[in-house]
């Protein structure tokens, strides 16, 4: 039998898409996931205040804005889908 224990060789480690689509935990793909969301996050940031639903679960989470409706609805768990929470 071949050695089939050793996977990912081909992967491309400390890649955020080897982290994300093949749930790679080691180190270099960690950093570069975070590496990723932080510039994400920036990038949201960089958007028009206006633009973000605000008040709503989808701006704190989806755009990661942090004011205060955001904050709220998210605390609240109100969003216009019907989620269980
Ligand atoms: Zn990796
Ligand atoms: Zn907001």
Redesign the pocket.
Known sequence: MAASGIR?GG?N??TAS??NNYG???E??REAASAARRAWVISLQDRLFAEVPHGTASGYRNWGCRCEPCSAARAGGRDRGREAS
């Open positions: 990912g992967r480690h400390g080897a982290y790679c935990r080691c270099p793909c």
